[in-house]
């Protein structure tokens, strides 16, 4: 086994995940299995009781583990699964310890930090590496570790020490470290600053770890004087200084890797058997990719009402998955956040001018998402944009509690109940069309909401949302709530025209909503954000966007007969073109009934639902 750690210097945020995530990418392009492990250094257990403003969204995996957003780039670059122990904090770490001294497992051995500590950190990641994480069950070959925060922050140290002495354990040639750090421009100067950089490095290595590779963040290329400074204070070679400047997108990275060199810096430092010789397409369909991406001159324009619009990584999957789908629709995502507080009437009243500026933003989009929260605050204004869009036919997606503001809106305006309401906002309500779980812990938060991968079943053919799933009879999404749809008034609700097409395996849960006679008026309670993939879009925010482009009505006509129709430009792209387009982006078979993954892997056009690189006609 061969491991990558990945470290961070003189800011935090300085892109570690992306550079982690693109590692990765690198080497399964190169044949070599990957997994991956996140180390936040707080005492929480896990991110789950975190304030989106404070750490941005928290990400659901597979098996419910709620972690931090770094593994949701590690599983879309990766195009892999990872698991709640894929994430290491030093509160599960300082759990685990206790636990076996309370077992008496160190036999009335004084517990320490060292050796103890830092021995269940190099246990924990030893175990974790070895854990299949891609579809094709392959034991990985190298595992990728990022370890969260700054080199010298305190709370980091036990890890920083673990790892020094896990070098010396895995052997230098299957141990390989890599330093992120930031390499300023001072407009006062004009001139790349590498003091940060050289601090940082000093700092790292008199901590027992010396990089073998210096990442070096800028919003400007660097040039050979610099990266020759850097290399003769840092104790590296010139060409293991990686300048990774600001990039139009984040596709750009791994390409930006290999242009340096970096495949055979790899092969060479962690002795990998794979040829140092590069095949003349290698990574030419993520290149494809990246231009793709930048080159894109048709825009959709998509209101995301939320509310924690005021920190973009509270809803990072979300605008990952909007962008996934916009590529494939062949359009750039032009995405305006607005906040839900903005379009209540209480800011009417009180800030008219924020008020109606936020409805006319609203008003100026091609289509709306309202995604998950908690709480009352900003409610009544999701409820305000899913009533707009129910009433005047504009697309609409609401995500978990999206789908609860939209089936309360529908209660009071369409049903009149006046009071209608969920029991998170008022207990007491007489009609509450949103109540809480019955396996709810109110006395606790940590770790009690209903999470993880889940079933749903489709009740009907004709759903817009089943088409878009490929004509599957279930799908499996992954979760994250604690209140949902009475199913006591459900009834009442679709005899209105408001339908539940996706249900639990119990038939209890409402999980899949769609409005009779509008367009596209979609609500789910899952959430469908954390598998979408680059090249396989979540069918239901891939549904918004068509919707929103008008192109959802003739890609559910006749997508499937559709034909590739090569050489066209993007202006003169046809129904027929996206259509072919979007239906070979595979699907992975996660999200598909058994028949129907069955189906796709047969089908001689089908993409492999674990590849990540199908790009339609182009390719």
Known sequence: ????????????????????????????????PVTSIKIDPYINIDAGTFSPFEHGEVYVLD????????????????????????????????????????????????????????????????????????DD????????????????????????????????????????????????????????????????????????????????????????????????????????????????????????????????ILQERLQLAFPPIRPRKFMVR?????????????????????????????????????????LAANHKLKLTHISSTDLEEETKLKEPVKYYEAWKILCETDGVLVPGGFGIRGVEGKMAAAKWCRTTGKPYLGVCLGLQCAVIEFARNVLNWADADSTEMNPDTSHPVVIDMPEHNQGQLGGTMRLGKRQTIFQCQSSTLR??????????????????????????????????????????????????GHPYYVAVQYHPEYISRPLSPSPPYLGLILASVGKLTSFLSHGCQATPQKGMSEEDSSDEEISYLVKNLSYPDKLRGAGEAVKAERSPSGSSAGSQEHLGPSS
């Open 1 to 32: 086994m061969k491991y990558i750690l990945v470290t961070g210097g003189v800011i935090s945020g300085i892109g570690k995940g992306v550079v982690a995530s693109s590692l990765g990418v690198i080497l399964k392009h190169c044949g070599v």
């Open 63 to 134: 098996d419910g583990g709620e972690v931090d957003l770094d593994l949701g780039n590690y599983e879309r670059f990766l195009n892999v699964s990872l698991s709640k122990d894929n994430n290491i904090t030093t509160g599960k770490i300082y759990q685990h310890v206790i636990n076996k001294e309370r077992r008496g497992d160190f036999l009335g051995k004084t517990v320490q930090v060292v050796p103890h500590i830092t021995d269940a950190i190099q246990e924990w990641v030893e175990k974790v590496a070895k854990v299949p994480v891609s």
């Open 286 to 326: 993520w290149r494809q990719l990246a231009d793709r991406a930048e080159n894109l001159r048709k825009f959709v324009k998509i209101a995301l009402v939320g509310k924690y619009t005021q920190l973009e990584d509270a809803y990072a999957s979300v605008i990952k998955a909007l962008g996934h789908s916009a």
């Open 467 to 516: 088409q878009l799933y490929g004509n599957t009879d279930y799908i499996q999404e992954r979760h994250r709530h604690r209140f949902e749809v009475n199913p006591k008034y459900v009834p009442e609700l679709e005899a209105a025209g408001m339908k539940f097409v996706g249900r639990d395996s119990e038939n209890v849960r409402m999980e899949v909503m769609e409005l009779s």
């Open 137 to 264: 069950m392959k034991t990985p070959e190298v595992c990728i570790i990022e370890l969260g925060g700054t080199i010298g922050d305190i709370e980091g140290m036990p890890f920083v020490e673990a790892f020094r002495q896990f070098q010396f354990k895995a052997m230098r040639e299957n141990f390989c470290c890599v330093h992120v750090s930031l390499v300023p421009k001072p407009n006062a100067t004009g001139e790349h600053k590498t003091k940060p950089t050289q601090a940082s490095v000093r700092e790292l290595r008199g901590l027992g770890l010396s990089p073998d590779l210096i990442f070096c963040r800028s919003e400007e290329s660097i040039d050979e004087s610099v990266r020759n400074k850097i290399s003769n204070f840092c104790h590296v070679k010139p060409e293991q200084v990686i300048n990774i400047k600001d990039q139009a997108s984040i596709y750009h990275v791994p390409i930006e890797m290999v242009n340096q060199n970096l495949v055979q």
